[in-house]
């Protein structure tokens, strides 16, 4: 049983910053990849940044140069540094544990999301 916990969400200016994180539960976090997706109103669910258990990511093109995903193994926690936030950006973001061979793939293990407002 795997149970993944988002939290940092929250209401920033455009061109602010935030910085969500995901713990998950269980064990051997090390070993698999994570993801940050996001969900705006009226839209599908797309990812915007994957890391492998190796250190590899891959970006959205919306969010390159501006978002960084990092994990802390120790801590079986994954981030989402978001800087030089948009209006567009303004979504539910959720984490995901799945695999990752050149393209991430999800697994059915999701967080509850946590929402980010951008807006003046």
């Known amino acids: 049983q795997v149970t993944l916990v988002e939290s940092g969400g929250g209401l920033v200016q455009p061109g602010g910053s935030l910085r969500l994180s995901c713990a998950a539960s269980?064990?051997?976090?090390?070993?698999?990849?994570m993801a940050w997706y996001r969900q705006a109103p009226g839209k599908q669910r797309e990812l915007v940044a994957a890391?492998?258990?190796?250190?590899?990511?891959n970006y959205a093109d919306s969010v390159k140069g501006r978002f960084t995903i990092s994990r802390d193994n120790a801590k079986n926690t994954v981030y989402l540094q978001m800087n030089s936030l948009k209006p567009e950006d303004t979504a539910v973001y959720y984490c995901?544990?799945?695999?990752?061979?050149?393209?991430?793939?999800?697994?059915?293990?999701w967080g509850q999301g946590t929402q980010v407002t951008v807006s003046s």
């Open positions: 890391m492998d258990s190796g250190g590899r990511t």
């Open positions: 269980g064990s051997s976090f090390s070993s698999y990849a």
């Open positions: 995901n544990r799945g695999s990752f061979s050149g393209t991430y793939y999800p697994s059915s293990y």
